[in-house]
C-alpha cells in the first residue's frame, strides 16, 4: 500500500500558493489531507480544491499539527516565524522564500539537478530564487560535456515575480498608458508599462542586488561549486510571468562540440530545444508560459572566447520559478520515503 | 560669413526621417535650404518645418542637384541604389541604413568617439547601427582609463528599431490583448506585447543573428580595435523606442579603480550617470526617452573577473540611436568645413 500524506500550503490564497494547490489537484500525489493557512486577513476564505471547498485557516503555531509536508509561500518573515513550528510538529518544510536558502542545514534543491540533497535535511528542503533554478536548468546539463567556470547573466524577469499585484499592475498600468494617463506606480517604485528597470532589491556595497545575490550565492550551493564564478545583472522587463535570461557560459577548458552540447540539454529532463533560425523561432516567454519546461535556445558558440557558448532560456516564473519545484521537491521526497 | 548648407532627407516621412527635420528645426544647423525625399508612395506629402510648408518630393537619381549634404534614412535597398548619385551630385552622404558601414572606404562615425574620422569620407559616412551606438557611448569612455579587451552584451530594444509602424503594433497588441484578444502580429513574426524575443535578423551559420554581428564588426570599425572581443545577444522589448543593454566590459589589464571609471564616464560629452542605489534609481527607458544623452548605471566591479565590469546603459532609439548621431556627425561635418 502507497503511503499517502498530510500536506499543509502557507499562502494558499497568493500567486505560487495557488499554483501549487492546482499542482496538487491536477498531478499524481500521493494526498491523504489537505489543509489550507494564510495570514489572518485571507483566514476565513473558501478555495475549491477537487471538487470540495476548503476553508482558508488562520496561520498559527498549531497548524501544523498531524502535517508531514508544509509548503511556504508567503514571505521570508512567515517561513522564519512558522517553519521551525511545522518542523517540530513533524512536518518536512517546502519553503518557497529566501529565508532558509542559505543556512549550511538546509538543502537547495532543483530536483532535476541535485535530488540526493533532499536526503541530507533536518527538516526544512528550500525551494531556490526563481531566476537562479531557469538559468541553472540551462547550465547545469551542460557539466555532463565540460566543468563550468563562469556565467555572465542578464535577465529579462517578469513581473510575477513581485507577486500577483504585480501583474494586475503591470496590466492596469498599460490600460492608463494607452488611455494617454500617467501610470501611477503602487506595487513597483517604477511605471512598468512599456518600461523595464533594475530589480529593485537592495542594493550592497559591491554593487550588487538582491537578485543577483542569489543567483550567484544559489549557484554556487545548488551546483556544490563554491569557487563558481557568476555575475548578474537583473531586469524587471513588462511580460506577465516567464522569466527570460541571457547566459553566457564559460566552461573551464575548451568549448565542448556545439552536437554535445546540444544533446546534453536535449536530453536533460525539464528542458525543452527552441532553436530554430530558419522561422526565427527561439525561447519567448508567451511559449513559456504555462508550461514545465524550461525552453533553451540561441544556443552558439561565443566568438569572443573559445571556451565559452551564449545561450537564451525562457521559464514559467510561477511553476519551474516556483510552486512546480517546490512540487517536484515534495515528490521526490515522498518517493524516497517509500524507496 | 558663415556658409549654409543645402540639405536633402531621403525617407522624411519615416521615424528617423521625422526626428532628423525636427533636430533641424529646432537646433543651431547652418541650413540654407531644404528638401524632403521619399518613395512614391510618399511623395506629395506636405511636411511644416519651420512655420513653411514643404511638399515631399519623389527620391529619383536627379534628386540631388545642390544638395550639400544629404541624410538617407529609407532602407539598405534605397542607399545603395541612390547614395552613389547623391555623391555624384556632389554631396555628402550621411547614410543611417546597414548598405555601407562595413565598407572600407566609408567612416562609420560616433561624434564623440571617432570625429576625426569624418575627414576620411569620400562622399559617405555610415550611421552605425542603433544598438551599437548606445552601448558604444557606454564603452568608448573606459578607454581613457584602461584598454578593453571584451563586451559581453545583452540588449533589450524598443519596437522602434524596426520603425513607427511596429511602434503602432505594440500599442495596439497591447490594446487586443487587455481586451483578452489575440495579438495579431503584421510587423513582426511574433508578438511583441507582454513578450520578448530574439532579435528577427537572419542568423548565420555560426549562430549570431546580423544584429548582433553589427555590433561585433561595427564596434571594431568604431573603435578602431579589429581584434576587439565582441559577443552579443540582441533581444526585442515591449517598449517603445528606447534601447537597454547589460554590458560586462572587460578591460586587458586589471580593472581599474571604480572612482575613475565612474569619472570617465561623468566627462564623456553625451552620458550622464544614473546610478543611484538608494533610490533604486538606474537608467530605464521612459527617462531616456526624448533625451539626447545616453543614460549609464549599474556601474559595478565583477565579482566573477577580476578585470571586469557590469553596467546598464539605457538610449533613445530614434534620437542618439539614429537621427541624432547622423545629425552630428552632419554638424560636425559643417564645422570642419569652416575650420
Given at each position: 500500500?502507497?503511503?499517502?500524506?498530510?500536506?499543509?500550503?502557507?499562502?494558499?490564497?497568493?500567486?505560487?500558493?495557488?499554483?501549487?494547490?492546482?499542482?496538487?489537484?491536477?498531478?499524481?500525489?500521493?494526498?491523504?489531507?489537505?489543509?489550507?493557512?494564510?495570514?489572518?486577513?485571507?483566514?476565513?476564505?473558501?478555495?475549491?480544491?477537487?471538487?470540495?471547498?476548503?476553508?482558508?485557516?488562520?496561520?498559527?503555531?498549531?497548524?501544523?499539527?498531524?502535517?508531514?509536508?508544509?509548503?511556504?509561500?508567503?514571505?521570508?518573515?512567515?517561513?522564519?516565524?512558522?517553519?521551525?513550528?511545522?518542523?517540530?510538529?513533524?512536518?518536512?518544510?517546502?519553503?518557497?522564500?529566501?529565508?532558509?536558502?542559505?543556512?549550511?542545514?538546509?538543502?537547495?534543491?532543483?530536483?532535476?539537478?541535485?535530488?540526493?540533497?533532499i536526503a541530507l535535511h533536518k527538516g526544512i528542503v528550500a525551494n531556490p530564487n526563481c531566476s537562479t533554478i531557469i538559468a541553472l536548468m540551462a547550465?547545469?546539463?551542460?557539466?555532463?560535456?565540460?566543468?563550468?567556470?563562469?556565467?555572465?547573466?542578464?535577465?529579462?524577469?517578469?513581473?510575477?515575480?513581485?507577486?500577483?499585484?504585480?501583474?494586475?499592475?503591470?496590466?492596469?498600468?498599460?490600460?492608463?498608458?494607452?488611455?494617454?494617463?500617467?501610470?501611477?506606480?503602487?506595487?513597483?517604485?517604477?511605471?512598468?508599462?512599456?518600461?523595464?528597470?533594475?530589480?529593485?532589491?537592495?542594493?550592497?556595497?559591491?554593487?550588487?542586488?538582491?537578485?543577483?545575490?542569489?543567483?550567484?550565492?544559489?549557484?554556487?550551493?545548488?551546483?556544490?561549486?563554491?569557487?563558481?564564478?557568476?555575475?548578474?545583472?537583473?531586469?524587471?522587463?513588462?511580460?506577465?510571468?516567464?522569466?527570460?535570461?541571457?547566459?553566457?557560459?564559460?566552461?573551464?577548458?575548451?568549448?565542448?562540440?556545439?552536437?554535445?552540447?546540444?544533446?546534453?540539454?536535449?536530453?536533460?529532463?525539464?528542458?525543452?530545444?527552441?532553436?530554430?533560425?530558419?522561422?526565427?523561432?527561439?525561447?519567448?516567454?508567451?511559449?513559456?508560459?504555462?508550461?514545465?519546461?524550461?525552453?533553451?535556445?540561441?544556443?552558439?558558440?561565443?566568438?569572443?572566447?573559445?571556451?565559452?557558448?551564449?545561450?537564451?532560456?525562457?521559464?514559467?516564473?510561477?511553476?519551474?520559478?516556483?510552486?512546480?519545484?517546490?512540487?517536484?521537491?515534495?515528490?521526490?521526497?515522498?518517493?524516497?520515503?517509500?524507496?
Amino acid at each position: 500500500m502507497v503511503r499517502e500524506y498530510n500536506v499543509a500550503i502557507v499562502g494558499a490564497t497568493g500567486a505560487v500558493g495557488t499554483e501549487f494547490l492546482r499542482l496538487l489537484e491536477q498531478r499524481e500525489f500521493p494526498l491523504a489531507s489537505l489543509r489550507l493557512l494564510a495570514s489572518k486577513r485571507s483566514a476565513g476564505r473558501s478555495l475549491r480544491f477537487c471538487g470540495r471547498e476548503y476553508t482558508v485557516q488562520e496561520l498559527t503555531p498549531e497548524s501544523f499539527e498531524g502535517i508531514d509536508i508544509a509548503f511556504f509561500s508567503a514571505g521570508a518573515g512567515r517561513s522564519r516565524e512558522f517553519a521551525p513550528h511545522a518542523v517540530a510538529a513533524g512536518a518536512i518544510v517546502i519553503d518557497n522564500s529566501s529565508a532558509y536558502r542559505m543556512d549550511p542545514e538546509v538543502p537547495l534543491v532543483v530536483p532535476e539537478i541535485n535530488p540526493e540533497d533532499i536526503a541530507l535535511h533536518k527538516g526544512i528542503v528550500a525551494n531556490p530564487n526563481c531566476s537562479t533554478i531557469i538559468a541553472l536548468m540551462a547550465v547545469a546539463p551542460l557539466r555532463k560535456v565540460g566543468a563550468i567556470r563562469r556565467m555572465v547573466v542578464s535577465t529579462y524577469q517578469a513581473a510575477s515575480g513581485a507577486g500577483a499585484q504585480a501583474m494586475q499592475e503591470l496590466l492596469d498600468q498599460s490600460r492608463e498608458v494607452l488611455l494617454g494617463q500617467r501610470p501611477q506606480p503602487r506595487i513597483f517604485p517604477h511605471p512598468i508599462a512599456f518600461n523595464l528597470f533594475s530589480h529593485n532589491t537592495p542594493v550592497g556595497e559591491d554593487g550588487y542586488n538582491e537578485e543577483e545575490r542569489k543567483m550567484v550565492l544559489e549557484s554556487r550551493k545548488i551546483l556544490h561549486q563554491p569557487d563558481l564564478r557568476v555575475t548578474a545583472t537583473c531586469v524587471r522587463v513588462p511580460v506577465l510571468r516567464a522569466h527570460s535570461e541571457s547566459i553566457n557560459v564559460e566552461f573551464e577548458g575548451a568549448r565542448p562540440p556545439l552536437e554535445a552540447i546540444r544533446e546534453a540539454l536535449a536530453s536533460f529532463p525539464g528542458v525543452v530545444i527552441v532553436d530554430d533560425p530558419e522561422r526565427s523561432h527561439f525561447p519567448m516567454p508567451i511559449e513559456a508560459t504555462g508550461r514545465d519546461e524550461v525552453l533553451v535556445g540561441r544556443v552558439r558558440a561565443d566568438i569572443s572566447n573559445d571556451n565559452a557558448i551564449d545561450l537564451f532560456v525562457c521559464g514559467d516564473q510561477i511553476l519551474k520559478g516556483a510552486a512546480l519545484n517546490g512540487f517536484q521537491i515534495a515528490l521526490e521526497w515522498t518517493r524516497r520515503q517509500s524507496a
